[in-house]
T-cell receptor, first 114, second 114 residues
Framework: NAGVTQTPKFQVLKTGQSMTLQCAQD?????MYWYRQDPGMGLRLIYYSASEGTTDKGEVPNGYNVSRLNKREFSLRLESAAPSQTSVYFC?????????????FGAGTRLSVL | GQQLNQSPQSMFIQEGEDVSMNCTSSSIFNTWLWYKQDPGEGPVLLIALYKAGELTSNGRLTAQFGITRKDSFLNISASIPSDVGIYFC??????????????FGQGTILTVHP
C-alpha cells in the first residue's frame, strides 16, 4: 500500500524560482491537506481541500497556491520562492467528515531556498 | 487561533524508564491524536482519543483525553531504543466546516540511551 506519496523528496531552489510539490493518495480519501514543519513549531496548515473541486486557506497560506487536480492529487505551488519558505512540507489525506476519521501523512518534501 | 502547548520539549532517558508528556490547549477539541515522527519520515498515528476522560492503550503506550477536553497525556512504559523520535499531539475539529483540521503541538523530542 503506497498511502500518501510526495514528490520530490528533496529540492533546493534559488530565491525567486518557482516549483510545484506533488502529492497523491491511493486510499480514495475525500480531504487532503498541506502542512509545513519548522523546528520547534510543530506542523502548520497551509491549505486544505475538503473534497474534489474545493480548496481553502489554512493558518499560513501566504506565498502558496494549491490545485486539487482530481480526487487523488493535491499539488502545492510556490510561485516565487523565498528563504522563509525553507521547510519540510507534508501532505496528508483523510476519508472525510466524522470524528473518527484521521489524517494519514506522506514522507515529506525537504525544501531549501537559498 | 487555537494553540497547543506540548511539554516537555525534549527528554533524554535511559532504556527501561517510563516517559510522560502532555499537551494543553486554549480551546476545546473533539478528538485528540498522538503521532510519532521518525527521522526523515512523516508523522504516524499512535493513538486516537474521541471522548473526554477516555483512556486508551496501544502496547506500551497509554494516552488519555482530559476531562476538560483541553488537554491530553501520553505515557510510554519501559522505553526501548526504537522509541526515539518526535512525538506530536494534535487536536482535531471534526464537525461542521472544520473538515478535520489538525492543530499540532510543538513536539517532544525523545532520546533513549541504551
Amino acid at each position: 500500500n503506497a498511502g500518501v506519496t510526495q514528490t520530490p523528496k528533496f529540492q533546493v531552489l534559488k530565491t525567486g524560482q518557482s516549483m510545484t510539490l506533488q502529492c497523491a493518495q491511493d486510499m480514495n480519501h475525500n480531504s487532503m491537506y498541506w502542512y509545513r514543519q519548522d523546528p520547534g513549531m510543530g506542523l502548520r496548515l497551509i491549505y486544505y481541500s475538503a473534497s474534489e473541486g474545493t480548496t481553502d486557506k489554512g493558518e499560513v497560506p501566504n506565498g502558496y497556491n494549491v490545485s486539487r487536480l482530481n480526487k487523488r492529487e493535491f499539488s502545492l505551488r510556490l510561485e516565487s520562492a523565498a528563504p522563509s519558505q525553507t521547510s519540510v512540507y507534508f501532505c496528508a489525506s483523510r476519508t472525510g467528515g466524522g470524528a473518527k476519521n484521521i489524517q494519514y501523512f506522506g514522507a515529506g518534501t525537504r525544501l531549501s531556498v537559498l | 487561533g487555537q494553540q497547543l502547548n506540548q511539554s516537555p520539549q525534549s527528554m533524554f532517558i535511559q532504556e527501561g524508564e517510563d516517559v510522560s508528556m502532555n499537551c494543553t490547549s486554549s480551546s476545546i477539541f473533539n478528538t485528540w491524536l498522538w503521532y510519532k515522527q521518525d527521522p526523515g519520515e512523516g508523522p504516524v498515528l499512535l493513538i486516537a482519543l474521541y471522548k473526554a476522560g477516555e483512556l486508551t492503550s496501544n502496547g506500551r503506550l497509554t494516552a488519555q483525553f482530559g476531562i476538560t477536553r483541553k488537554d491530553s497525556f501520553l505515557n510510554i512504559s519501559a522505553s526501548i531504543p526504537s522509541d526515539v523520535g518526535i512525538y506530536f499531539c494534535a487536536g482535531q475539529d471534526a464537525g461542521g466546516t472544520s473538515y478535520g483540521k489538525l492543530t499540532f503541538g510543538q513536539g517532544t523530542i525523545l532520546t533513549v540511551h541504551p
